[in-house]
């Protein structure tokens, strides 16, 4: 390569870089300079962090490991950084359980494994795990500690784990898979021993997805006018002036009756949002000491009006390192992480957002504002059927988080020869956090009541409640590791032995309480408020594990390396006596090409064959009989008689037995890998093929209560997670002044249970549901089908397929719940990721597209119950006969149905209730494919002699959008597909695939950043 440029009369130093080469520094001579790069073929040979904090070279990984690098992280400005994997990784799916501020983000690699356990992958920060802790309650998952709390400005890279040949040697918590975390170091700066850098942004956030509403229909019942309803099932909009809402002290709302299409948009507010990072990185004089200090404040506003819906973080951060000796290096990390969170509940009531999608479409819900008039309060509400002004539950409805978290580590490396390395590590990870949701109490008495259409306001008194939770979580983390690394036979033969013991302690103290009947309504939320004290208990829990465990690498003449692992866990989780397990990995790569003359198209060929072992252990306390307070149970309810009783206590075995006999959960995994690089890197493949099967499931199911116990712990059960990732790296064009990097990542996996007990309600076990009449759907984890199998009441067909109604006209559905052939499982996933380079401007954009699999929609079902769903103007609202319906004749004939369904018997309306219009609770399933746009973004990296002339070392200014668009499927113009409001931390992750009841709307956000180094 040749280049000829003018440099500054002070410069004595030129740096010379092109994409795609190795960049130089040569002293600056008198008159042209010829300077020759060389072909960097860094991208063939990475070294990538693997388990334990065992560095490798990437061409030696006998298994599938993605590194996702820190301008990858950073470009996707995203507050929690689990978001930022979102599409970039082949078989790992990132699911936010909602776009409010604070919320817990789910990733799960290569499907689901466990039913009734842990699905997420284990997080590894600098070789220290990390607790992912929660709090879930009111429809909300709120993230307490764990990765939420990292800076993505601090970290320098993710590497990915999937397979259990690669995660092995962290033992039982990576059956799932492992994400290690590699945070930034101290570094030189430009000419300097250190640097400032300061990396800031300011972002806007508005609603994106919304369900879709008519426009034709409003207040009423059964199509005629009613003043007092909360459905959109009343008479066609004339545009008349009409009362509504009760009479009150002599005095009754008006309005125009006429459409307010955005009555439902216009409620929400746009959000702001804040980011700023400030680091000091640096290295001492005589390059012994290296350090890394860094300071983020985070502050999200979510899209509800005000303060409401709001996110803080404050953290800091530290690591250092010093050679002390040239045998001995010690080094540390301390991280301390703030947060608030204030939620805004999704729950039926007084939510908001049962409040704002329950909305007749001729009100307007901006009008309500004035939160100090009657009509806008529970006292003269328009409707009394179960909602209230947004407004005023935003008001008068409590939902805080507060947590702290710290966690570090303290190594020690011994080197007593060049080729043995011996280390300690010391981690640990500590959060508490504080819980106060708040509900206020309605207390009505109707005294200014005029005329309440036949059912008072006071019909929403609710006794009101303070709930307080108060929850600590500590781990520590002890590794004792040994390294010796040599070359033998002229080089040729690469010997890697890494051996070392690993100890764990995890422990958890929660305390909750709760009062009703408040006595100030609203606004002190304090226990002390409540008359009757309903709830207070106390929970602790302790475990510890250790582990010994080996790795050896047998490299030969760089071209073949056999990897051979071993771990052998003691869990104090597991019966005395049964309390070890083993678990072995081997794995073995062939790069071919070296058998291959060098040529300018194959640069690079790998084969990969993997297979390994991981154990999970159980929960604590599952093993033996534990012990409750003292309770008994009614014909009508439980616990009509507890202890503490007249001065007296008492304690009783709990319902459920323990399993003496209990086995860890084991999961075995086989892989096998191509990795191709074609004309020096400008084209890459990454294709794997795995089977990964769990077996021995940890599940408490129930028995004949005869036995003395409700429910028992066991093992059993099987299930399977096969198939195909490709990851395909290409750069279609590559010039002195531009670079087009065009990415692609594709996977399929199928899951199957393959085996459960026949005993259990006919070899299913039910994982979540939603139960109610008709509209009842259940998710079950079934033999011989995919994870989330849903079933419902479905409507009965002739065998010609013609849908067979009763005496009234309506669909008749079965008796009992059945399989609709529909999961909650993705048929396949990908991803799309583009960077268009030219001089200094770097334009990028990501696409995250997943295609099949179900869900069900609380959303979907209330827009047919209230009437304000496109899909209830059905035919105008005009009588009609379902079409080519039949009733059955009872002797095994059917005739031609002639009863019309129409409005003002009530039958229209109760076709969508109650019937899910012909498809019974199967109508509130929605495909949860989707393409999103993740995130596109234009960054202008200020020229260097600009930057300079200022005194700086780097300037990049950023303009960026996230969830730009979302594609959904045709049936689901209701709610993003990841939503859910189901509670994670007591139903599990699986749980919360099954879809979502009152979810607040999605977001889209854009802004600009600024990055400045000194």
């Not at 006998?62 to 082949?90: F, H, P, Q, W």
């Not at 320098?156 to 170091?185: D, H, Q, W």
């Not at 949002?273 to 890394?292: F, P, R, T």
């Not at 390994?612 to 306390?621: E, F, L, M, R």
Request: charged share 20%; glycine share 10%.
């Amino acid at each position: 390569m040749e280049s000829e440029r003018l440099q500054p009369s002070s410069a004595r130093t030129l740096r010379v870089s092109f994409v795609g080469m190795q960049q130089q520094e040569v002293p600056i001579k008198q008159g042209l300079m010829k300077i020759t790069l060389k072909p960097d073929t860094e991208v063939l040979d990475e070294v990538v962090v693997t388990a334990m904090g065992i560095s490798r070279s990437e061409k030696t990984l006998g298994y599938s490991a993605t590194t996702v690098k820190s301008d990858e992280i950073i470009s996707a400005r995203t507050t929690n950084v689990a978001n930022a994997l979102s599409g970039k990784v082949a078989g790992l799916q990132v699911s936010s359980t909602s776009s409010d501020p604070g919320s817990v983000s789910n990733i799960v690699i290569r499907g689901f494994s466990s039913i009734n356990g842990n699905n997420q992958p284990l997080y590894v920060v600098d070789g220290v795990p990390l607790q992912n802790n929660m709090f879930s309650g009111s429809g909300k998952n709120v993230a307490t500690g764990g990765i939420a709390n990292i800076s993505s400005e601090d970290i320098e890279s993710m590497t990915v784990l999937k397979g259990a040949a690669a995660t092995a040697l962290y033992g039982s918590r990576a059956a799932n898979g492992v994400i290690i975390i590699t945070t930034k170091t101290g570094k030189k700066g430009d000419g300097r021993n250190f640097s400032i850098s300061y990396n800031g942004s300011l972002q806007a956030r508005q609603v994106s997805l919304l369900p879709e509403m008519q426009n034709e229909f409003g207040q009423g019942w059964n199509g005629g006018q009613t003043f007092i309803e909360n459905g959109s099932w009343g008479p066609a909009f004339d545009g008349s002036l009409q009362v509504y809402g009760p009479v009150w002290n002599h005095q009754q709302l008006i309005h125009e009756y006429s459409a307010k299409k955005d009555n439902v948009k216009d409620f929400f507010d746009l959000g702001w949002s804040q980011n700023h990072n400030i680091a000091l990185s640096g290295v001492s004089g005589d390059s012994k000491m290296n350090y890394y200090l860094s300071y983020s404040y985070s502050n999200d506003d979510g899209i509800m009006p005000k303060d409401y819906d709001t996110f803080e973080r404050n953290t800091v951060a530290f690591r250092g390192s010093y050679d002390a000796a040239e045998w001995l290096k010690v080094s540390s990390s301390l991280n301390f992480a703030r947060t608030a969170t204030d939620a805004v509940g999704s729950f039926q009531g007084t939510s908001v957002i049962d409040g704002v999608f329950e909305m007749p479409r001729d009100i307007s819900i901006v009008d309500m504002k004035d939160t100090s008039s009657p009509f806008n309060t529970p006292e003269a509400y328009f409707t009394p059927y179960g909602i209230t002004n947004p407004y005023w539950s935003l008001e008068n409805n409590y939902n805080h988080t507060a947590s702290k978290q710290i966690y570090g580590k303290i190594q020690a490396d011994i080197k007593p020869i060049k080729e043995l390395t011996f280390s300690y590590r010391m981690g640990f990870d500590y959060t508490d956090y504080d819980v106060k949701i708040g509900s206020p109490q309605i207390a009505l008495d109707d005294a200014l009541i005029d005329n309440d259409y036949g059912y008072a306001p006071s019909n929403m008194n609710q006794s009101g409640s303070v709930y307080a939770r108060y929850g600590r979580h500590l781990e520590l983390n002890h590794d004792f590791l040994a390294n010796y690394a040599d070359k033998f036979l002229d080089n040729r033969l690469d010997v890697n032995i890494n051996a070392g013991v690993n100890m764990n302690e995890r422990s958890f103290t929660r305390i909750t309480g709760q009062t009703d009947d408040l006595t100030f309504h609203t606004g002190f939320w304090d226990l002390s408020n409540g008359a009757t004290k309903t709830t207070l208990g106390e929970n602790q829990n302790k475990r510890r594990l250790v582990g010994l465990f080996g790795d050896v690498t047998l490299g030969w003449d760089d071209m073949v390396y056999l990897n051979l692992t071993a771990r052998n866990d003691w869990s104090s989780t597991l019966p005395i006596d049964k309390n070890s397990f083993f678990y072995p990995g081997a794995t073995l790569s062939w790069i071919f090409t070296r058998l291959i003359p060098e040529n300018k198209v194959l640069s690079f060929g790998k084969l990969r064959l993997a297979y390994g072992k991981t154990g999970n252990d159980a929960n604590p306390y599952q093993t033996g009989v534990t012990y409750i307070q003292g309770a008994a149970n009614g014909y009508y309810g439980s616990g009509i008689a507890q202890f503490p009783m007249n001065g007296s206590n008492a304690f009783q075995a709990s319902n459920t037995k323990g399993s003496s006999t209990l086995k860890p959960e084991m999961t075995s995994e086989f892989e096998v890998g191509l990795n191709l690089q074609f004309f020096n890197g400008r084209l890459g493949i990454d294709a794997s093929y795995y089977n990964r099967t769990t077996n021995d499931q940890i599940f408490t199911l129930p028995v004949d209560p005869s036995t003395g116990y409700s429910y028992m712990v066991t093992n059993f059960g099987k299930v399977r997670n096969s198939g195909v990732e490709l990851v395909l790296n290409t750069v279609p064009i590559q010039t002195k002044d531009f670079r087009w990097n065009l990415d692609f990542n594709f996977a399929k996996n199928n899951n199957k249970v393959i085996a459960l007990p026949e005993s259990l309600e006919g070899g299913k076990v039910s994982i979540y549901r939603f139960s109610a009449g008709n509209d009842a759907v259940y998710m079950y984890a079934e033999e011989g089908k995919p994870m989330g199998q849903f079933y419902t009441y479905l409507p009965k067909y002739t065998e010609s397929g013609q849908p067979i109604v009763d005496a009234n006209g309506q669909p008749v559905l079965g008796t009992s719940v059945e399989d609709t052939g529909k999961n909650m499982n993705n048929d396949w996933s990908g991803g799309v990721s583009t960077a268009f380079t030219y001089k200094g401007f770097t334009l990028s954009a990501a696409l995250d597209i997943r295609k099949g699999g179900y869900m069900f929609s609380r959303t979907k079902n209330l827009m047919q119950f209230t009437g304000n769903g496109i899909a209830t103007t059905y035919n105008g609202r005009r009588p009609f006969i379902i079409p080519n319906s039949v009733v059955d004749n009872g002797d095994g004939t059917y005739s031609e149905n002639t009863t019309p369904i129409y409005q003002h018997n009530g039958s229209y309306q109760t076709y969508f209730n109650d019937y899910g219009y012909g498809a019974g609770g199967e109508a509130y399933l929605l495909d949860r494919s989707f393409v999103k746009l993740r995130n596109i973004s234009l960054t202008w990296d200020v020229p260097k002699a600009w930057v300079r002339a200022m005194s700086l070392s780097g300037l990049a200014l950023t303009v960026f959008c996230n969830n730009v668009f979302t594609w959904t499927a045709s049936d689901n113009n209701f709610v993003d597909p990841e939503s859910t409001t189901v509670s994670q931390a007591t139903y599990g992750d699986l749980a919360t695939q099954f879809g979502e009841l009152y979810t607040n709307p999605s977001c889209r956000t854009f802004g600009c950043s600024l990055s400045v180094k000194f």
